[in-house]
DNA sequence: CTGTATCCTCCAAGATACTG
DNA sequence: CAGTATCTTGGAGGATACAG
C-alpha cells in the first residue's frame, strides 16, 4: 500500500472520496432510511430524526435534493404541504445503507466489547 | 415514520447509531481499506493517505484500535518499527465498506449530473 | 521512524427567535 | 406548516516544531 489506490480515493472526483461529502455527515443517511417507506414532509421528518433542529433539517435535505437523493414537492392549498422522496438515486442507496446497517446489528457487541477493554 | 424506528437509530446503543462514530469521520474508512491488503507500517499508511498529519493518522489509528478494528504491534529492534493490521472485526468491515465504494462507482456520473443542474 | 505537543482554523450542528 | 435569520460552540482536522 505504497501506490495510490486504484480507484485512487484522492481523486477529488473519485466515487470513494464523494461519498463522506453526503453520507459522511450526521443526518443524510438517517433522512434516506426515513423515506424508505415512501414520501415525508418535513414535520413528520423531524418526528423520527428528534433532536434535529429546523435548520439542519432544511440544509441536510437541500443538499440531497441537490445531489439528487431526494425531490422536493410543494403541494399548494389552503394549508402549506411540502413533500420529500427518494428519487431513483436516492433508492439505490438503500441497499448500501442496509449492508452497513446489517454489519452494526450483527457487530455492535463486540464493537462494545473492545471498547471497554 | 412517525414512530421511533426499529431498531430506533436515536437509541445511544443502536448500531446505527454507533456507525458515524467511528466511520464517519474522515479517516477511518480509508485507514481500514488500506490495511485490507495485509499489516502496514505507519509511515506506509501515509503515502496512500497522502495529506494526513502524524497527529491525524495517530489520532485515527489510536481510535480504531480501541474499538477493536485494528491491532497495533510494536517491533523492538535498533530501528523503531510498528505495524498496524486489522483484527477480524476490522476485516468483517471490508465487505460493507466494498458495497459502498461498489454503488459509488456506479453511480458517481448520476450523482455529478445531479449537482450541476 | 513513530510519534507528542501546541496552536489555529473552519464549519457542522444546535439554540433561539422570527416569518409568510 | 415549513421554513429563515442569527448567534454560538465543540471538536475534527491541519501546520509546525520537537522528542525518544
Not at 49 to 61: F, M, N, P
Not at 85 to 92: D, E, F, I, V, Y
Request: glycine share 6%; net charge negative; with cysteine.
Amino acid at each position: 500500500m505504497t501506490e495510490p489506490l486504484d480507484p485512487d480515493m484522492f481523486d477529488p472526483l473519485c466515487p470513494s472520496g464523494l461519498m463522506p461529502i453526503r453520507l459522511g455527515d450526521k443526518w443524510s443517511g438517517m433522512i434516506i432510511r426515513c423515506l424508505e417507506q415512501g414520501p415525508r414532509r418535513f414535520s413528520e421528518l423531524r418526528v423520527p430524526l428528534r433532536g434535529i433542529s429546523a435548520k439542519v433539517l432544511t440544509q441536510s435535505l437541500r443538499a440531497l435534493e441537490r445531489d439528487g437523493f431526494v425531490l422536493r414537492t410543494a403541494h399548494s392549498g389552503p394549508v402549506q404541504r411540502v413533500e420529500y422522496a427518494l428519487t431513483p438515486l436516492g433508492r439505490s442507496l438503500i441497499e448500501p445503507l442496509n449492508t452497513m446497517c446489517a454489519w452494526a446489528e450483527e457487530h455492535w457487541e463486540e464493537l462494545l466489547d473492545a471498547r471497554e477493554a
